[in-house]
């Protein structure tokens, strides 16, 4: 028998269809335990799982191995294209990461902002279409940021980085800006209708572990970051499929398996997902459920619980 950790969107996320908030998901919170909640967030959850030095996940040194196999010997921070939309008192990012830019568009604005960045230490790398970086020396000062979701939509000045440390950060922010405001792809890309690349998101910073260690042999998940991280423990690492999922369950006894379903969203969710895991989790196959919620929520479940008839199901959402 199994045991598995099963990382999940936030329960806002989850609760905002239907499907989920009155289905299995509600099941479990009902008549599973609840462990004591844990800080908001991705990192939390995974340091259940992974073990490394430090205490952020370093996301763009982990996307960066992935990207290119560079990673080793240098601090990163991810500098993602982004299209923000001012008002009369804010900036809001609307888009960030996949802009449907194109190789000659990445080049372009690169050899434009390298000089920008190099005069204060940093090399800028486009070479993706969604995916940026600054490379900088191990040790450099860098700052502290919200991800492209937690920023999204809301009042930017609020994710900024603060005080003193954080004024260089801010500067690169708006001269970023202004340098992309009247950029010839941005003006080519307005007249065919597309959305411009009129600033940056700094996020994401670190180095790459020098160990990673983890209770588990197999991960399941679409993810760059936690790909790298389970290949740095030497972990077996797939993409999420059911099938294989089922065989791995089935066939290894005893093993701990990690699944990652924080990409997921709507019905696809509760009858793709959840069901087919309550199902194996009923049947015995999985002998011991961990919810991992990236809100913080945590619940542990045994296929026994479901015989906690007493304890009544109540939607999520209400």
């Given at each position: 028998m199994t045991q598995v950790s099963l990382l999940l969107p936030e329960l806002k996320r989850c609760v905002a269809t239907p499907a989920v908030a009155r289905g299995v998901l509600a099941r479990w919170?009902?008549?599973?335990?609840?462990?004591?909640?844990?800080?908001?967030?991705?990192?939390?959850?995974?340091?259940?799982?992974?073990?490394?030095?430090?205490?952020?996940?370093?996301?763009?040194?982990?996307?960066?191995?992935?990207?290119?196999?560079?990673?080793?010997?240098?601090?990163?921070?991810?500098?993602?294209?982004?299209?923000?939309?001012?008002?009369?008192?804010?900036?809001?990012?609307?888009?960030?990461?996949?802009?449907?830019?194109?190789?000659?568009?990445?080049?372009?604005?690169?050899?434009?902002?390298?000089?920008?960045?190099?005069?204060?230490?940093?090399?800028?790398?486009?070479?993706?279409?969604?995916?940026?970086?600054?490379?900088?020396?191990?040790?450099?000062?860098?700052?502290?940021a919200a991800s492209p979701d937690e920023a999204m939509g809301d009042d930017l000045k609020l994710h900024l980085p603060e005080g003193t440390a954080g004024r260089r950060w801010r500067v690169l922010f708006n001269e970023v800006q202004v340098l992309l405001h009247n950029h010839p792809v941005n003006a080519a890309r307005t007249?065919?209708?597309?959305?411009?690349?009129?600033?940056?998101?700094?996020?994401?910073?670190?180095?790459?572990?020098?160990?990673?260690?983890?209770?588990?042999?197999?991960?399941?998940?679409?993810?760059?970051?936690?790909?790298?991280?389970?290949?740095?423990?030497?972990?077996?690492?797939?993409?999420?499929?059911?099938?294989?999922?089922?065989?791995?369950?089935?066939?290894?006894?005893?093993?701990?398996?990690?699944?990652?379903?924080c990409d997921l969203r709507g019905e696809s969710l509760e009858h793709d997902w959840l069901q087919a895991i309550d199902a194996l989790l009923r049947s015995g196959r999985i002998k011991r459920l961990r919810l991992l919620l990236e809100s913080g929520e945590r619940v542990n479940l045994r296929a026994a619980h479901r015989f906690r008839v007493w304890r009544s199901v109540r939607s999520l959402d209400a």
């Amino acid at each position: 028998m199994t045991q598995v950790s099963l990382l999940l969107p936030e329960l806002k996320r989850c609760v905002a269809t239907p499907a989920v908030a009155r289905g299995v998901l509600a099941r479990w919170f009902a008549r599973g335990d609840r462990g004591l909640d844990a800080d908001a967030g991705i990192e939390p959850a995974l340091k259940t799982v992974f073990q490394w030095p430090g205490t952020r996940v370093p996301i763009a040194a982990l996307t960066r191995q992935f990207d290119v196999g560079d990673a080793m010997g240098s601090a990163w921070l991810r500098a993602d294209p982004a299209h923000v939309r001012a008002d009369m008192t804010t900036a809001r990012m609307l888009a960030c990461g996949d802009l449907g830019l194109d190789a000659s568009e990445c080049a372009q604005i690169a050899r434009s902002l390298k000089p920008l960045f190099g005069d204060s230490g940093f090399e800028f790398d486009a070479r993706l279409p969604n995916r940026w970086y600054l490379r900088a020396a191990v040790g450099s000062e860098l700052p502290d940021a919200a991800s492209p979701d937690e920023a999204m939509g809301d009042d930017l000045k609020l994710h900024l980085p603060e005080g003193t440390a954080g004024r260089r950060w801010r500067v690169l922010f708006n001269e970023v800006q202004v340098l992309l405001h009247n950029h010839p792809v941005n003006a080519a890309r307005t007249e065919r209708g597309a959305v411009s690349v009129n600033s940056l998101w700094f996020w994401g910073a670190g180095v790459l572990p020098a160990w990673v260690r983890s209770e588990v042999q197999q991960v399941f998940t679409n993810g760059i970051a936690i790909t790298e991280l389970a290949r740095l423990a030497n972990v077996r690492v797939q993409p999420v499929d059911l099938q294989p999922l089922r065989d791995a369950i089935g066939r290894d006894a005893g093993q701990a398996v990690l699944i990652d379903l924080c990409d997921l969203r709507g019905e696809s969710l509760e009858h793709d997902w959840l069901q087919a895991i309550d199902a194996l989790l009923r049947s015995g196959r999985i002998k011991r459920l961990r919810l991992l919620l990236e809100s913080g929520e945590r619940v542990n479940l045994r296929a026994a619980h479901r015989f906690r008839v007493w304890r009544s199901v109540r939607s999520l959402d209400a």
